[in-house]
């Protein structure tokens, strides 16, 4: 066993850990907040970059919904964080060793790295996105690779249960 | 031809039949499923929002459900489809199921609120008992898989 | 100011991916995906493990075959909270206990089994699925004698 994988199995067999994976609901309703907070954050992040393509909120500037939405979004994360750290801390043994979660936390990274470089390119420029056409191609690039992104964590999220 | 007969027709139909013996078929429609919820509950969000005030405050009423109409039509069709896909994999299993029934009445409700809010004012009440009838749904589709 | 050039990052993530291929778990699994509706098994054995968890619980069971060579099989069954709202409690078997299972055998030919009745040591029989996990419905059919 790798020092991470000793790890995780010290983690899972914790007093906290053991009780959430022998819970009669505590699991289930853990699992129910992680899943439909998924629409917190995917689902204002998928419309963010709906928005950046020109495809809906047209007559709303980038600027005005990135500005409405943002909060939405990192309380999302707030709620899937937590609930996904319960979740993690009750399998972490089994969970380190599935690749489904593996995958899923990698393009996590690599979400929160496209968000940073988009808005470290675009911040300047963003309030003079005003017609569709306006938004830079690199800027509409970033949103398409957020959209696949987040469609692979839930994906995974789901196959999680498979492996 | 009743409606227990028609779970059974649908059961062992050849779409029934495909997605219970395949290996990915029913996570595969599960996954859709999932990512329509996430479009679909975002449109949601946002509208009962900004019918609040809290987000859009320039935006007239009304102006932003609008404008997220078709994203939140498309995303919902989506959401049956694949739902009526799940559902065929083992419909006598989910007939029976408490659960499963209860989502099917909340559904109802939330649709039918969505449609008169169209005809009638008091956005904002009628946002508030949209979401909650849509989370009743979403909670109770989970409460499918552990009752 | 120089923009993030983002390729060498998706790079580096896809070779990160690809090098968890083939890292091999012994996770949870959804039925259609695991199991055969078509393999009915009836297992008979004494209980050498429990594990009571979410999302599944499991229960290994020493079984005799035709020719006396015990195998060690392993039982799938729901969470403990669906479990218990089928009278089915936690400390209701034991290590050493005796168990009837009838289930659905793993696809893969492993000595697994989805349990979806269990015969236990009292006499009672309860359902040991998950519902809406894509299963079939019902229970199997016990073997003819």
């Known amino acids: 066993m790798t020092l991470v994988q000793l790890a995780c199995q010290w983690l899972a067999d914790t007093a906290i850990g053991t009780r959430i994976r022998e819970s009669d609901n505590l699991f289930s309703v853990i699992e129910t907040v992680h899943v439909l907070g998924i629409v917190l954050i995917a689902g204002t992040i998928a419309i963010v970059d709906l928005r950046i393509l020109g495809i809906l909120l047209k007559r709303q500037s980038v600027g005005a919904v990135l500005g409405s939405l943002v909060k939405i979004a990192w309380f999302g994360f707030a709620v899937m964080a937590s609930s996904g750290l319960l979740l993690f801390w009750s399998e972490a043994d089994k969970l380190y060793l599935n690749p489904a979660f593996r995958l899923k936390m990698i393009l996590l990274l690599l979400a929160g790295a496209n968000r ?29 690779v957020s959209l696949s992104l987040w469609t692979g964590i839930i994906v995974l999220g789901r196959a999680i249960a498979y492996w | ?36 919820l996430a479009l679909f509950g975002g449109t949601l969000l946002i509208s009962a929002l900004h019918s609040c005030g809290v987000i859009f405050k320039g935006s007239p009423p009304g102006a932003i459900a609008r404008e997220l109409g078709a994203a939140q039509l498309a995303s919902l069709l989506a959401m049956i489809v694949s739902g009526i896909l799940l559902f065929a994999d083992g419909p006598l299993r989910y ?13 109802a409700a939330a649709v039918l609120t969505g449609l008169l809010s169209r005809f009638r004012g008091e956005a904002k009440v009628a946002a508030l008992l949209s979401v909650t009838l849509w989370l009743g749904a979403a909670v109770a589709g989970r409460a499918i898989g552990v009752l | 100011m120089k923009q993030l050039n983002w390729k060498p990052v998706l790079i580096a993530g896809l070779l990160s991916m690809g090098s968890t291929a083939g890292i091999d778990a012994g996770a949870h699994h959804s039925f259609a995906a695991e199991f055969d509706g078509d393999k009915p098994v009836r297992l008979i054995g004494t209980i050498t493990k429990i594990e009571w968890t979410n999302p599944h619980s499991y229960f290994y069971l020493d079984v005799k075959n035709s020719q006396g060579v015990v195998a060690s099989w392993g039982c799938e069954a729901g969470n403990p909270g669906a479990l218990s709202r089928r009278g089915w409690q936690r400390g209701d078997i034991k290590i050493g206990d005796t168990l009837i299972v009838d289930g659905f055998l793993a696809k893969d030919g492993s000595h697994l089994i989805d349990a979806r009745r269990v015969t236990l040591p009292d006499g009672r029989i309860v359902y040991g699925g998950t519902p809406g996990d894509g299963g079939p419905e019902g229970n199997p059919s016990p073997p003819k004698p």
């Open chain 2, 1 to 36: 031809m009743t409606l227990l007969q028609a779970c059974e027709w649908l059961g062992s139909s050849s779409i029934g039949t495909a997605i219970r013996t395949s290996k990915w078929g029913f996570a595969l429609i599960e996954m859709v499923h999932l990512l329509a």
């Open chain 1, 116 to 144: 940073w470089a988009f808005h470290r390119a675009h911040d300047s420029g963003i309030a003079a996105w005003s017609a569709p056409a306006t938004v830079p191609r690199r800027a509409r690039l970033a949103a398409i």
């Open chain 2, 95 to 107: 007939y029976a199921n408490a659960a499963f029934r209860v989502k099917l009445l909340l559904i």
